[in-house]
């Protein structure tokens, strides 16, 4: 009987720059930095449920994210999210020195929509090892969010943390409805890309699910639970460092474990 061979692999966690800095708040300071700092200022900045901020027109600010390039990289600052990746790539390191097949954590950066030059990724890659104290590999992707496709999720990754998770979910509804993901885990802002339901509708969903209280978010996780397991995060966690979580006594990550 021939002996059968398995190859050491990594296991890695995606990421892209959009939930690594906070490129809303990089797009306000771009915009106008005066009315920027007034909301990066305020406490309903880090607990908000829509993308309007205060003093911004929403169709100028969405026409200018939507066009963001390096400018706005320049405006904006790290997130919250490399305390949440930093916890992950130490639980995942963990897991490497206790499983046989397992021989790196790679992060994987996502660049997309941003052209870096090789000096910019190498400047990046090199505060990504600081900030991550050495304990992974850093690969860098450029690839939309429209794109990135369940086959290379499913063999590359453990972990997705992602803001913009409405876009790659509305892109993946069909092929993760043929075969899902469920060993995989997607971390997201607890945010209405599109708009907040209305007491009415909510009242609604109430009647239509028979339920007393509902909640937009849990409900999603729950659907989604058989397919991919989706964590929502309070938005802070992809803003500019602060102390507003601190402030209100929680900490930057997420209180379920990170799996």
């Known amino acids: 009987m021939s002996e059968e061979v398995y190859q050491k692999r990594g296991i890695g966690i995606y990421i892209d720059l959009d939930t690594l800095l906070d490129t809303r708040m990089g797009t306000m300071m771009m915009l106008d930095p005066e009315q920027g700092l007034v909301v990066i200022d305020d406490d309903s900045y880090y607990c908000r449920v829509e993308e309007v901020f205060p003093g911004f027109d ?3 600010f ?6 963001r390039d390096q400018s ?3 405006h904006s600052a790290v997130s919250n ?5 930093k916890e992950a790539v130490a639980d ?10 397992y021989n790196d954590v790679i992060v994987y950066v996502n660049i997309h929509p941003y052209q870096l030059s090789d000096a910019e990724k190498s400047d990046l890659h090199g505060v990504l090892r600081q900030h991550l104290l050495d304990m992974a590999k850093i690969e860098f992707i450029d690839v939309s969010l429209e794109d990135l496709d369940c086959a290379w999720v499913y063999t590359h990754v453990s972990h997705l943390f992602m803001y913009h998770f409405d876009v790659w979910l509305n892109a993946r509804a069909k092929a993760l409805a043929h075969r899902g993901l469920p060993y995989i885990s997607l971390y997201c802002p607890r945010i209405f890309f599109e708009r ?3 007491e009415e509708e909510i009242e609604q969903l ?3 699910l028979e339920v007393n209280d509902f909640d937009h978010f849990d409900f999603i996780e729950k659907t989604y639970m058989p397919l991919l397991q989706i964590h929502f995060l309070p938005v802070d966690h992809f803003c500019v460092i602060n102390d507003y979580a601190e402030r209100i006594g929680t900490d930057n990550r997420n209180e379920k474990e990170l799996s």
């Open 58 to 60: 929403k169709k100028v």
């Open 72 to 74: 706005v990289l320049e």
């Open 196 to 198: 907040k339901p209305t």
């Open 81 to 85: 999210m490399i305390f949440v990746l």
């Open 92 to 101: 995942l390191k963990v897991k490497v020195y206790e499983h046989p097949l």
């Open 206 to 208: 109430k009647g239509w």
């Open 62 to 67: 969405d026409e200018a994210y939507l066009k």
